[in-house]
């Protein structure tokens, strides 16, 4: 089945480490995004890559580091200069992200991340 | 800069019930493309619809519509006769095709009840 896959589902890590949270495509899709989601908060753009070994920073990105090496990965490293980690991460894909026409984005299944 | 407001936090309905989500939007851009977003409580957001600013038709898709108003900047969803798997957090969204990153609203929680 084609889709996106986020691994793992739910994450506890101490304050202060780094934390890597994996994002897997195998839609054939250029572009991805990591979001941040909060209670009562919507969904906040953390990073995006339109193509692969490229990326820009989202509205939140401080404290977050990303690498795009393959088409269908994009880790989402949180480090320990992120105030408030503990959130719920969504990464997502779409077909194209350079031609300028907004392909829907097709969501992984969230990682649970707590820090304690 | 784009803003997405979906004023309403929770809706509580009773199954079979008839349930309009509002999406009011704020945009510079005379051409953009709005969204809705499905979801459940599994946390994958799920793609419902994509309508661009040219298009003002209503369309209708089984049990959901969409209502696309540009003199109020709003585009509701409903969805006729509830039922309790229609039960999610449901996301309006806007980009601008001057942009490249969709905006979300805060999201609607709706709960079905039986």
């Not at chain 2, 309009?20 to 709005?34: F, G, I, N, P």
């Not at chain 2, 540009?70 to 509830?82: E, L, P, Q, V």
């Amino acid at each position: 089945d084609g889709g996106i896959t986020q691994s793992p589902k739910y994450l506890f890590r101490k304050e202060g480490q780094n934390v890597t949270l994996s994002c897997e495509q195998n839609l054939n899709h250029d572009a991805m995004y990591w979001y941040r989601q909060d209670p009562g908060q919507g969904l906040r753009l953390i990073y995006y890559s339109q193509i692969v070994n490229d990326f820009q920073k989202g509205d939140i990105a401080e404290g977050y580091s990303v690498s795009r090496e393959k088409k269908e990965s994009f880790p989402l490293t949180v480090t320990s200069a992120q105030k408030n980690p503990t959130a719920f991460y969504l990464c997502a894909s779409s077909i194209d992200g350079t031609s300028g026409y907004p392909y829907e984005q097709y969501f992984g299944p969230g990682t649970r991340l707590t820090v304690t | 800069a784009q803003k997405v407001t979906q004023a309403q936090t929770e809706i509580s309905v009773v199954e079979k019930e008839d349930v309009t989500l509002d999406c009011v939007y704020e945009t510079r851009d005379t051409t953009y493309y709005l969204f809705w977003y499905k979801q459940p409580p599994s946390g994958e957001l799920v793609f419902l619809i994509r309508r661009n600013s040219f298009d003002e038709q209503n369309e209708i898709s089984g049990r959901y519509s969409w209502n696309f108003q540009k003199s109020t900047s709003s585009f509701n969803f409903t969805i006729t006769a509830s039922q309790v798997v229609d039960s999610a957090v449901y996301f309006c969204a806007l980009i601008e095709t001057s942009g490249s990153r969709l905006t979300f609203g805060e999201g609607t929680q709706l709960t079905v009840n039986p």
